[in-house]
């Protein structure tokens, strides 16, 4: 079983919807969740991080944790096409210093 | 605002060499990382570094691979003899903390050519 997995998409959706992107994890000790966005051919760019369960909020992004089901989910309101890149689900635990990423989510939002 | 900023962006080598990768990370981070990712692959997780040693490494961080602090800014990769596999983006990565809060820095990469 994959420690941190992602549906790879693609995910397309028009400019001004909303985008949801899910990621779910195995290891019940994970600790600290995390979302970066990659544009092609450059480095992951950290977005959000959330810790506790329930929402975060923080401009057009909204992250979503819940621990019990062992997910992580990502909303993007109001979709731009500077939006489109592959978004990362990191996770880490506590006492460990790595991160540990799935796959990815590759988003293209339609003008 | 501050960023990690990594050298050189593209390094081509023989397959046997030893290429150094280097890394600034943004200045008040205490801990460092090395991750890489091979073409179409996810982020791997290679070393972490604090206070002048590893404290934690993956399996693919073996005898090949070794990282320093020089001086006071920069951290370094080295691979002693590389591989075809070798070939991938390098990401250095910095964080002001470790564990639960700790958020990580990724700078722009060096992209591995191993021929």
């Known amino acids: 079983q994959k420690e941190v997995e992602q549906n790879s998409g693609p995910l397309s959706v028009p400019e001004g919807a909303i985008a949801s992107l899910n990621c779910t994890y195995s290891d019940r000790g994970s600790q600290s969740f995390f979302w970066y966005r990659q544009y092609s051919g450059k480095s992951p760019e950290l977005i959000m991080s959330?810790?506790?369960?329930g929402d975060k909020e923080d401009g057009r992004f909204t992250a979503q944790l819940n621990k019990a089901s062992q997910y992580v989910s990502l909303l993007i309101r109001d979709s731009q096409p500077s939006d489109s890149a592959t978004y990362l689900c990191a996770v880490n635990r506590d006492n460990d210093y790595k991160l540990s990423f799935g796959a990815g989510t590759t988003v293209t939002v339609r003008a | 605002e501050p960023e990690v900023t990594q050298t050189p962006s593209h390094q081509v080598t023989q397959m046997g060499q030893e290429v150094i990768l280097r890394c600034v990370p943004i200045?008040?981070?205490?801990?460092f990382y090395w991750y890489r990712q091979i073409l179409g692959q996810k982020v791997e997780f290679l070393v972490s570094?604090?206070?002048?040693?590893?404290?934690?490494k993956s399996e693919i961080f073996d005898d090949q691979f070794s990282v320093e602090r020089p001086d006071g800014s920069n951290f370094t990769l080295k691979i002693r003899s590389t591989k075809l596999e070798d070939s991938a983006m390098y990401f250095c990565?910095?964080?002001?903390?470790?564990?639960?809060?700790?958020?990580?820095?990724f700078g722009p990469g060096t992209r591995l050519t191993v021929l």
């Open positions: 200045s008040n981070h205490l801990y």
């Open positions: 959330i810790y506790s369960n």
């Open positions: 990565a910095s964080s002001e903390l470790a564990g639960i809060t700790s958020e990580q820095f």
């Open positions: 570094f604090y206070n002048n040693e590893i404290s934690e």
